[in-house]
C-alpha cells in the first residue's frame, strides 16, 4: 500500500512539476510520519523515502533508535527551547525556527556538539492566529540576526497555508513565500543561502511544487488517515 502511494504521489510530483517547467527530481519528498508505527517507516524507507519528518521531540526521541535504516531527520513541527538539546545530534534540518531565542538556543546546543545545524525559518504566511511563524514583515529582519549565529545556516523557509477544501485557494500563499524566498535569495549574508523552499503537504502539494517548492511534507497521503 505505501508503495502505491508512494507510485501515486511521485506522479502527482512529476505533473506539477512538468505543469511549471520544472525538474521533478529537484523536489524532495519529507515523508511525515507523525503518529506512524516504526514498521510502516521502515517499509517507506524500504520504497525509497530518504527523508522523514517528526513534528514531536518526544517522538522524534522514542523512534529514533528504532529505525536503523538510512535517513534524514528532519524536525517539522514547533520546537521549544527547553527541548533543543534532545534532537541537536540527531536531525539534519529543522524547519520551523520561528523566534531568535530559538535560534540562540540552537546555535549554542550546536556549537556545544561542534557542528553546524541546518535550519529553515517558519512564515506565518496566512496570519491565523493558530499558525507557528514569523511575520512576512519581521523575516528580513530577521535573517539579519542570523548573522551572528556562526552554528547554524539558514537554507531556507517554511510554511504552512491554510487548510482550504479547495486546494486552489491555497495558490496566493504559496506565490508570496516564493516572492519572498527570491527576495531573501538577494541578501548577501555569510549563513543565509536560500536553498530550500517547504511547503505543501497531503492536501496542497501540487499547488505548492507549481508555485516553486522544492521540500514537500507528505503524512496522509503516504500513510494514510492518521488515527
Ligand atoms: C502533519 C504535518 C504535515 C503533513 O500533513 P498531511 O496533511 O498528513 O500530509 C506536514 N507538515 C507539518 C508541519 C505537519 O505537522
Given amino acids: 500500500m505505501i508503495?502505491?502511494?508512494?507510485?501515486?504521489i511521485y506522479n502527482c510530483i512529476r505533473k506539477a512539476a512538468f505543469k511549471s517547467g520544472r525538474n521533478p527530481d529537484e523536489i524532495k519528498l519529507v515523508a511525515v510520519t507523525k503518529t506512524?508505527?516504526?514498521d510502516k517507516i521502515n517499509q517507506a524507507i524500504d520504497c525509497g523515502i530518504t527523508a522523514i519528518g517528526e513534528n514531536r521531540v518526544?517522538?522524534?526521541?522514542?523512534?529514533?533508535p528504532l529505525i536503523n535504516k538510512e535517513v534524514e531527520?528532519?524536525?517539522?513541527?514547533?520546537?521549544q527551547t527547553n527541548k533543543v538539546k534532545y534532537i541537536i545530534d540527531k536531525v539534519n534540518?529543522?524547519?520551523s525556527v520561528d523566534s531568535i531565542k530559538l535560534m540562540e538556543?540552537?546555535?549554542k546546543r550546536a556549537k556545544d556538539k561542534?557542528?553546524?545545524?541546518?535550519?529553515?525559518?517558519?512564515?506565518?504566511?496566512?496570519?491565523?492566529?493558530?499558525?507557528f511563524g514569523i511575520k512576512p514583515e519581521d523575516l528580513f529582519k530577521f535573517l539579519k540576526e542570523a548573522s551572528q549565529y556562526s552554528n547554524i545556516n539558514v537554507k531556507g523557509l517554511m510554511t504552512i497555508a491554510p487548510y482550504c477544501i479547495d486546494p486552489e485557494e491555497t495558490r496566493p500563499y504559496f506565490k508570496e513565500m516564493k516572492r519572498l524566498f527570491d527576495e531573501a535569495s538577494q541578501l548577501d549574508i555569510h549563513n543565509v543561502k536560500m536553498v530550500y523552499l517547504s511547503m505543501g503537504m497531503s492536501n496542497d502539494f501540487e499547488i505548492a511544487i507549481e508555485e516553486g517548492a522544492n521540500i514537500i511534507r507528505i503524512g496522509t497521503a503516504l500513510f494514510g488517515q492518521r488515527l
Avoid at 518526544?58 to 529514533?64: D, M, P, S, T, V
Avoid at 531527520?73 to 520546537?79: E, F, R
Avoid at 561542534?114 to 499558525?131: F, H, P, Q, T, W
Fill in 93 to 95: 534540518l529543522i524547519h
Fill in 58 to 64: 518526544q517522538e522524534l526521541i522514542k523512534k529514533y
Fill in 73 to 79: 531527520w528532519h524536525l517539522i513541527g514547533h520546537l
Fill in 3 to 8: 508503495s502505491e502511494n508512494l507510485n501515486r
Fill in 114 to 131: 561542534g557542528r553546524i545545524m541546518d535550519i529553515l525559518v517558519e512564515v506565518n504566511i496566512s496570519g491565523e492566529a493558530s499558525k
Fill in 105 to 107: 538556543e540552537i546555535n
Fill in 36 to 38: 506512524v508505527d516504526v
